[in-house]
């Protein structure tokens, strides 16, 4: 046999010589789940060692991360239904407790990197990520509330906007909005290709953000489709965003691939709650061995050709490289 493949596998020296793929601390962007107050902290039931914290928690967590080389960061807050309304008014409030976290968070490390949500889920008292009307998501009233969002989020420091919301024509208009208000250098990275899945599950416990009526499905896409991909990709390239988004990620490589093979931006992709949580429940039950598990997941996502992981396995994945 002149062809035995076997040969680069004989030793760990060679296999990692011609190891196609390396994952980096550098690749991924860490999601912080946030809540009011001083001293608070609660495990999120379904994510086992995921945490919402208030704010002098987070920035203990964030000063941790960056030791470790986790130098970038997704910040959701959790509100109470208290403060949630129909038009999702406390998202841009300037008073309000996480737009002066991103502030504190920028003023103490000014290196990190502070990436925000934009949608109205999390402060909607319909738990929508658009306003709804007689049963109906509006698209465009949607985006003046999107604009006074990512203005804020811009104006309180964050360096990178993530519309995560669906509405038609959103990265335009925020592009928009924050162009003529001078935020110039503000990113926007896109949740292009956000299908609407059942592994968001754990992500809504953690912010109590489930729908209250209804289903995403008019505006998140459809599991089935595979070249709307595409649609959103160019439409979001044309209106000027910097990075393209697929969530989830393991049920969706193949979507991964086709904008890397399609797209010179740079293409990031979201490992969401729910992955999260299958590979820690199976792990608890002794089922799998979830570091294992993960490092596969992690590697596999990267090997689709995402250059930007949002991973709740982002601290712990540096973690266990430092060692
Ligand atoms: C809000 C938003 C969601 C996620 C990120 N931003 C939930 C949703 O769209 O219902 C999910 C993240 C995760 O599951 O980890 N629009």
Known sequence: MNRRPRRNRKSQVIREMVEETRLSTKDF??????????????????MPGIYR???????????????LGIKAFDIFPAYP?????????????????????????????????????????PYSSDGHDGLVENGKILNDETLEILGKMALAQAQAGADILGPSDMMDGRV?????????NGFKDVSIMSYTAKYASAFYGPFRDALDSAPKMGDKKTYQ???????EALIEAELDTLEGADFLMVKPALAYLDVI?????????????????????????????????????????????????ASVILSYF??????????
Request: proline share 4%; glycine share 4%; charged share 30%.
């Open 221 to 227: 896409m459809d599991p089935a489709n595979y070249k």
């Open 81 to 121: 239904d208290s403060k949630k309304d129909k038009f999702a008014t406390e998202s841009y409030n300037p008073d309000t407790f996480y737009l002066k976290a991103i502030r504190e968070v920028k003023a103490r490390f000014p290196e990190a990197v502070v990436m925000t949500d934009v949608a109205m889920d």
């Open 172 to 180: 335009g208009h925020i592009r928009q909005i924050l162009d003529r």
């Open 53 to 67: 914290n208030s704010l002098d928690l987070m920035l203990k967590e964030i000063e941790e991360c960056l030791h």
């Open 257 to 305: 691939r086709l904008l890397k093979d399609h797209s010179n931006l740079p293409i990031a992709a979201y490992n969401v709650s729910g992955e999260y949580a299958m590979i820690k429940a199976a792990g608890e039950k002794g089922w799998i061995d979830p570091q294992r598990a993960m490092l596969e997941s992690l590697l596999s996502i990267k090997r689709a050709g």
């Open 314 to 323: 982002a601290k712990e994945y540096a973690e266990i490289v430092k060692k």
């Open 29 to 46: 962007i860490f999601p912080l789940f946030l809540i009011e107050g001083s001293r608070q902290r609660s495990e999120v039931a379904s």
